[in-house]
């Protein structure tokens, strides 16, 4: 058996943009969540728990604000946690795959499994934290309409419903459309957050004294468990930390590094230290501190901007989201949805419309069972610190296999940062009551979902693997009068070497054999893109029976016809649009073998209905497509 190597002309091309311009949109996707704390977090650190307001408080917070920022963000994410990428991708499952493997379920071992369980829940978690992110954002948005006219108080909820339907609407425009669109208005809002910090800050520059993490101590210390407690709220401020290396694909590491350190990290440090700098002077503005800094003649002009700020805000977990999902089906732990690419430049954008409908149907009905920012303040968070958490176990060890560090080293940065974690989840540990187990509830069922599809298609493999032989033996049982007719069949299934159930049963029922059988195998690699002269093998059976093995990465959407469409064979050059494409398609029944509990057999049989079919996902022509269908025993 020869095997040779297909080299297609395709190309990935997503350094293509300059840094500058990748700038300004990571501005508009990644930094939109961080970059809208400032409108509610200074308040609920202090309403929230019935903290004063005094010198030493304000000082105390605005000390544990800019910490949590170097820390978390600067330090944690973006000078480290950024480079843990999966050739560009980033995200908890890229660092979860680059730590256990693509194929860590059927590998031995506690540790990879609970690597592995780890991984997915932390994914999982991101899922009920982008569900709360648009309505929260959107919520302490339009509530500033309460400070500019206080009339229109019952117009807020509506208005927020109205936002993120447009919001949801606009979507399916792609990533780089709508950052190119939030780019500048986001420019604006970080502009806006420094001049209005400024204008505090210079009238009372004792603020800067919460430089000194002195303060930050002090704070904690005399407040005791009520400024435990608050951590929870001052843990907003880094909100946005988990997205951030979630779009990490859309932009890549040099923009978004560039964004924070020269826009997004200055403006928020000035605006919070603002915010400090007013309640110093006048503790009542603690109402709300954002909208107070700016004069009076400038409230609806600031209402309407961190209007559109907060729903850009929106976008970094969304975008995180649709990642997310690809990454899941590509490494087979969601079933195929429909993805849309919505870039030539720049694979990782992409639009699952399935996954945004679900969102907008959660962030809506937040919104009116919640009712305010502050209600929803108390579900936001527990997610995200314990998405962080992981982040930071799965990072020590990346650091020690990947780069290859010392268990000192690794320690040395993983344990300050797991602990800082672990205080800020302890602190969010005690808002589950009042709305935090909605996105541990949903976190749980994601992860049900995930770990059901997963073991059911192993199952169904398994099952399907009883009585398989492999093409050479196929070929040997062929009765020597068996019909050849003329034309290219190309039979989709993942088996190196074996003979497709469907090939078997269209020659057992039909008595004949095309003239060129053509078996394509597609495999997902651990890395998000192959390389083109990585894409094709092709193995020669004889007797007309070819294997063609194609290879794309957990980002890349699958295009079997391109990919075919002149493949040199022995004696065949693949015409894509005169093949005929046999497709399995297996339908589930339950069996006295038990192989899961029942009512997790059931949901595989749902989750196996409603996947996308695997024509639609192969991008197969349906025209040129036939099902052969089977029954398996689960």
């Not at 917070?61 to 560009?88: E, M, P, Q, T």
């Not at 807020?156 to 979507?171: D, K, N, R, T």
């Not at 079933?335 to 945004?356: D, E, F, I, K």
């Not at 009042?434 to 979902?449: H, S």
Request: hydrophobic content about 50%; some cysteine; glycine content about 10%.
């Amino acid at each position: 058996m020869q095997t040779t190597t297909h080299t297609q002309e395709h190309s990935h091309s997503g350094a293509a943009a300059g840094t500058a311009g990748l700038a300004l949109a990571a501005l508009g996707i990644v930094f939109g969540d961080i970059g809208t704390s400032p409108l509610y977090a200074f308040r609920e650190t202090f309403e929230g728990h019935g903290i004063p307001v005094d010198r030493a408080n304000v000082l105390g917070v605005c000390s544990l604000i800019l910490w949590s920022l170097i820390l978390v963000v600067s330090i944690k994410y973006v000078l480290f946690v950024l480079r843990a990428d999966n050739h560009g991708e980033g995200g908890i499952l890229a660092l979860t795959t680059l730590v256990v493997g693509r194929d860590a379920s059927a590998r031995s071992g506690k540790k990879v499994l609970a690597l592995l369980m780890l991984g997915l829940f932390g994914m999982a978690l991101l899922y009920g934290d982008g569900v709360i992110t648009p309505a929260i954002s959107v919520l302490s948005a339009t509530e500033g309409l309460k400070v500019a006219a206080p009339g229109l108080k019952s117009a807020v909820l509506p208005l927020a419903v109205v936002i993120l339907i447009g919001l949801f609407a606009i979507q399916k425009r792609g990533t780089g459309a709508v950052g190119r669109l939030f780019g500048p208005v986001m420019v604006v809002w970080f502009a806006v957050l420094a001049v209005l910090g400024l204008t505090e800050v210079a009238g009372n520059l004792s603020i800067l004294e919460a430089v000194n993490p002195v303060h930050a101590f002090r704070y904690l210390f005399t407040n005791g468990f009520d400024a435990f407690l608050s951590m929870g709220s001052v843990f907003l401020v880094v909100t946005g930390g988990e997205a951030l290396y979630a779009d990490l694909g859309h932009f890549g590491r040099r923009p978004i590094k560039a964004a924070w350190f020269t826009v997004a990290f200055p403006a928020l440090v000035i605006n919070y230290f603002g915010q400090g700098a007013l309640l110093l002077k006048n503790p009542e503005a603690i109402e709300s501190p954002f909208f107070l800094l700016g004069p009076q003649w400038a409230r609806w002009p600031l209402v309407i901007l961190a209007t559109f700020a907060t729903i850009i805000a929106s976008q970094a977990l969304i975008s995180g989201a649709f990642s997310m999902t690809v990454q899941a089906m590509q490494l087979d732990y969601l079933p195929r949805l429909t993805v849309r690419h919505t870039s030539a430049h720049h694979m990782g954008q992409v639009y699952l419309p399935a996954v945004n409908l679900l969102l907008a149907v959660g962030c809506i009905s937040l919104v009116l069972a919640f009712g305010s920012s502050t209600a929803l303040a108390a579900a936001y968070g527990i997610a995200v610190t314990a998405t962080m958490g992981v982040t930071t176990v799965l990072f020590y060890f990346f650091a020690r296999s990947t780069w290859g560090w010392s268990a000192a080293k690794a320690l040395a940065l993983c344990v300050p940062l797991g602990l800082l974690d672990f205080a800020f989840f302890g602190a969010n540990v005690f808002k589950i009551p009042d709305g935090g187990w909605f996105p541990l509830l949903v976190a749980a069922l994601i992860l049900v979902a995930m770990t059901t599809w997963r073991t059911g298609r192993r199952v169904v493999a398994e099952r399907m693997a009883v009585g398989r032989i492999t093409v050479d033996e196929f070929i040997r049982s062929l009765p020597e009068e068996v019909t050849r007719v003329p034309g290219t069949a190309v039979f989709m299934f993942r088996g190196d070497g074996v003979a497709p159930p469907s090939l078997r049963t269209n020659t057992q029922h039909n008595h004949v054999l095309h003239e060129h059988v053509v078996l394509v195998s597609i495999l997902t690699d651990t890395v998000p893109y192959v390389a083109d002269e990585d894409r094709i093998s092709t193995s020669n059976f004889g007797y007309g029976v070819h294997q063609v093995v194609a290879r794309h990465g957990f980002m890349e959407e699958a295009n079997v016809p391109d990919w075919l469409d002149g493949v040199q064979l022995d004696g065949l050059t693949i015409n894509s649009s005169e093949v005929t494409y046999f497709l399995g398609r297996e339908t589930v029944i339950p069996s006295e073998v038990v192989s899961m509990a029942p009512w997790r057999e059931r949901l595989f049989a749902v989750m196996l209905r409603t996947a996308a079919s695997a024509s639609r996902f192969f991008r197969l022509p349906p025209d040129q497509v036939i099902e052969v269908g089977s029954q398996v025993e689960i």
